[in-house]
């Protein structure tokens, strides 16, 4: 008899212990859609849009800003493209009252585009001079003129007491979207001054960065090295 009680009690647990096993299995579908049960669905996805290459939602949040970053890349580039000869004419002013030691350069956008000025103008005085000149100090902004607008650089010609030689041509190259590069436009001939038929230049001339405001490329030109 103490056997079968044995056995009897075995099976009861047995029992219970399938009972409460398949009580666990009912509630988990119901856990699923609770709020604890959208967790462990939530964390490969996330794992996923961090994961170079990976599939599902991550895949699709990595094209949606590739394509993106490659529409703010073509409008960037579209709206920086480099002005060239075809659209850019220069002028010159001179400054009478400090013995035409300075030279205003006034670019003008003569296209149907915006276009961009960049860096600074690259001035040469024709073959008796050596090589472009170079910049001065001045502020490293690149200038965007929509049609009909302009922006300015400012030379330095000569300092005062300096040996001089008088040039009576000058042209203008306009640099490209790529630092260092060859100039992206053939030269333009940028007329003289009517009042000055020749321009005393020292070994060294100047020129600033160009700028659409008037008034800095002045401030950096008279305030170029021993240009005051």
Partial sequence: ???????????????????????????????????????????????ATTKPGGGGVGTAGGSGSAGSGASATAATTAATAACTEADISIATTLYAHDSVRHLLLTATN???????????????????????????????????????????AGMLLFRTGAPTDAVETMTVSLQGRVSNADPDSGPIEVPLPD??????????????????????????????????
């Fill in 110 to 152: 003569t296209g149907d585009k915006e276009c961009t000025l960049y860096r600074y103008p690259v001035v040469g005085f024709g073959s008796g001079h050596e090589g472009p000149i170079g910049p001065m100090e001045s502020e490293m902004k690149d200038a965007a003129i929509a049609p009909g607008q302009k922006a300015y």
């Fill in 195 to 228: 009042e000055a038929p020749f321009l005393n230049i020292d070994d060294n001339p100047l020129v600033s960065y160009w700028n659409v405001s008037r008034e800095k490329a002045e401030g950096y030109m008279f305030k170029a090295a021993d240009g005051n």
């Fill in 1 to 47: 008899m103490r056997v079968a009680r044995k056995s009897w009690k075995t099976y009861a647990l047995g029992a219970a212990a399938l009972a409460a096993l398949l009580a666990a299995t009912a509630c988990e579908p119901g856990d699923l859609n609770s709020g604890t049960g959208t967790t462990p669905s939530a964390t490969p996805s996330a794992t």
